[in-house]
């Protein structure tokens, strides 16, 4: 068959509408008819070549929902007409507790996409695409990161650097576990009202702050350092801040940020010696079968918001757009409708 889709063909460069031929679903796989697709951070490092495995031509996308058109042999989870989110870390359930590691593989920058039936989520019907592909990647790592990875509990400080589409979710999923100070850090100051929407109650520009002068003020904040830090920028400087502000003792400092290819981590073994973590998480630590169901579910019940954080809804032809908002700091999130 044919789809429409937006084809990487080389770093840095716009992507291009084309038509593909595409390969209907052998066994064990699924094909998905895209219907949103939300547009991350994550694209945009592979987009613009940070990415030492990024490959190409490339269909990207990884933030979908979708309709189940069509299954291989063998599959038995999800039917024609089940409503689905593509999962870039699928669930097996035929291995305990290994991690299965697939890179991206959703492909959701294409109006239909064939998927393994593990890298499929069966969602509830009356669940909005344009909402819940955001789902598929950006929600489920923020709030995942807080309740499955920190698991941070009632009355804990939290802080979180970097309040784009990742670190908004970080901040209501610190509200929704009943974090007491829940600190936001950027050097945009538009991003403080943002953050102030979904439950963040300091803020922090650091614009020409030094890290000394950061952790001061943090520690000060919290009244000694941080329960709990989390890195929603890539940036490896942050990283060593938000480790460095977590309290001594006990204090997690959560790495969600993807860096740059070649970039490396650094601090003093001091900061580790003293009792402070450092952990990292992917698609905060969810296992997509069972819990990104639960996650629309939160959503659809009202417990975490998501419509208020897609800034920009446009059609597949302007997807470049959708990366030049992201770039200059003007979006949330960006959805392609098909
Ligand atoms: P985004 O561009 O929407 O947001 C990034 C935010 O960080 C912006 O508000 C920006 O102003 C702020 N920022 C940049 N430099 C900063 C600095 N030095 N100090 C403080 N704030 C700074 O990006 P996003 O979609 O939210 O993604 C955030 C990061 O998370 C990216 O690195 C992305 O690749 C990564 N990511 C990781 C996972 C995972 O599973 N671990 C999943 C999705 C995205
Ligand atoms: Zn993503």
């Given at each position: 068959m044919k789809t429409r889709a937006a084809v990487a063909f080389e770093a840095k460069k716009p992507l291009e509408i084309v038509e593909l031929d595409l390969e209907g679903p052998k066994a064990g796989e699924v094909l998905v008819e895209i219907m949103a697709t939300g547009i991350c951070h994550t694209d945009a490092y592979t987009l613009d070549g940070f990415d030492s495995e990024g490959i190409f031509p490339s269909v990207l996308g990884h933030e979908g929902a979708g309709v189940v058109r069509e299954v291989g042999a063998g599959v038995t989870s999800v039917k024609p007409g089940d409503h689905v989110i593509p999962l870039y870390t699928p669930e097996c359930r035929q291995c305990k507790g290994q991690p299965i590691f697939h890179y991206m593989?959703?492909?959701?920058?294409?109006n239909f996409t064939v998927l393994p039936e593990i890298a499929v989520a069966k969602i509830r019907e009356d669940a909005p695409f344009q909402s819940s592909c955001y789902i598929g990647c950006g929600v489920t790592t923020g709030v995942g990161a807080v309740i499955n990875t920190a698991k941070v509990q009632v009355g804990d400080n939290v802080v979180v650097f970097g309040l784009g589409g990742i670190g908004l979710n970080v901040i209501q999923g610190a509200r929704l576990a009943g974090a007491d100070k829940i600190i936001g850090v950027d050097i945009n100051p538009a991003r403080e009202e943002w953050g102030r929407k979904f439950g963040m109650t300091d803020f922090l520009n650091t614009k020409g702050m030094s890290r000394e002068d950061t952790v001061a003020a943090i520690v000060q904040l919290t009244d000694g350092g941080a329960d709990y830090t989390f890195d929603a920028t890539g940036n490896t400087e942050v990283m060593r801040t938000a480790l460095e502000a977590c309290h001594r003792g006990w204090g997690t400092s959560i790495i969600i940020g993807v860096a740059e290819a070649g970039k490396e981590i650094a601090t003093r073994p001091f900061q580790l010696v003293t009792g402070r973590n450092w952990r990292g998480t992917a698609f905060g630590g969810a296992k997509g079968r069972t819990d990104v169901p639960k996650i629309v579910d939160m959503y659809m019940t009202g417990k975490i918001e998501i419509d208020p954080m897609i800034t920009h809804v446009m059609g597949l032809e302007d997807i470049n757009k959708g990366f030049d908002l992201m770039h200059a700091g003007e979006s949330i999130r960006s959805v392609v409708v098909f």
């Open positions: 593989g959703c492909s959701t920058f294409s």
